[in-house]
T-cell receptor
Framework: GAVVSQHPSRVICKSGTSVKIECRSL??????MFWYRQFPKQSLMLMAT?????????EQGVEKDKFLINHASLTLSTLTVTSAHPEDSSFYIC????????????FGSGTQLSVL | GENVEQHPSTLSVQEGDSAVIKCTYS??????FPWYKQELGKRPQLIID?????GEKKDQRIAVTLNKTAKHFSLHITETQPEDSAVYFC???????FGTGTSLTVIP
């Protein structure tokens, strides 16, 4: 089946620093990737939709300048949390929809971000 | 973001009993309805999905039913086993908004 790789799986950083998370589709091309945030025992909250070659579409309430998304190729999307604060600590997970492959969505393994 | 209404938020059943989780949506454009299972600290896994042109789909102990008129779809798990314990999410196209989640516990 389709595989989505997400790195790092866990990161601890100091307040004020930036953290980059990578999401790669290993065996398929993905024109569209999605970034979610998940708090413990809660649902996946869609943060933004990443489109290859164009600007990401952010959900209401998500700061574009804080959560920078780049989707430079059909297999890679990155999320950069800039000037991280403790309240940004969360589980971030990406997903990818195969180009021309229907509606199925495949998830990365997630990144647990802890900001000290 | 736009979430899908999902009930119940928690569900405990005895092993062997059935579990039913329901999701309600509001727009008429949705035509694909997947269900995901997420174990603690792991990625969501697609377990079953249904398209709007059918009313029911079954895969062994798991089934999904769709009522387009009432705009709700349900996940049915029969003969539950302890390994079914997890959080279950429904979702709807087009932007893959997820339901609020149901924590299912199967008691041995």
């Amino acid at each position: 089946g389709a595989v989505v790789s997400q790195h790092p799986s866990r990161v601890i950083c100091k307040s004020g620093t930036s953290v980059k998370i990578e999401c790669r589709s290993l065996d398929f091309q993905a024109t569209t990737m999605f970034w979610y945030r998940q708090f413990p025992k809660q649902s996946l909250m869609l943060m933004a939709t990443s489109n290859e070659g164009s600007k990401a579409t952010y959900e209401q309430g998500v700061e574009k300048d804080k959560f920078l998304i780049n989707h430079a190729s059909l297999t890679l999307s990155t999320l950069t949390v800039t000037s991280a604060h403790p309240e940004d600590s969360s589980f971030y997970i990406c997903s990818a929809a195969p180009t021309g492959g229907g509606e199925k969505l495949f998830f990365g393994s997630g990144t647990q971000l802890s900001v000290l | 973001g736009e979430n899908v209404e999902q009930h119940p938020s928690t569900l405990s059943v005895q092993e062997g009993d059935s579990a039913v989780i329901k999701c309600t949506y509001s727009d008429s454009a949705s035509n694909y309805f997947p269900w995901y299972k997420q174990e603690l600290g792991k990625r969501p896994q697609l377990i079953i999905d249904i398209r709007s042109n059918v009313g029911e789909k079954k895969d062994q102990r798991i089934a999904v039913t769709l009522n387009k008129t009432a705009k709700h779809f349900s996940l049915h798990i029969t003969e539950t086993q302890p390994e079914d314990s997890a959080v279950y999410f429904c979702a709807k196209r087009n932007q893959f908004y997820f339901g609020t989640g149901t924590s299912l516990t199967v008691i041995p």
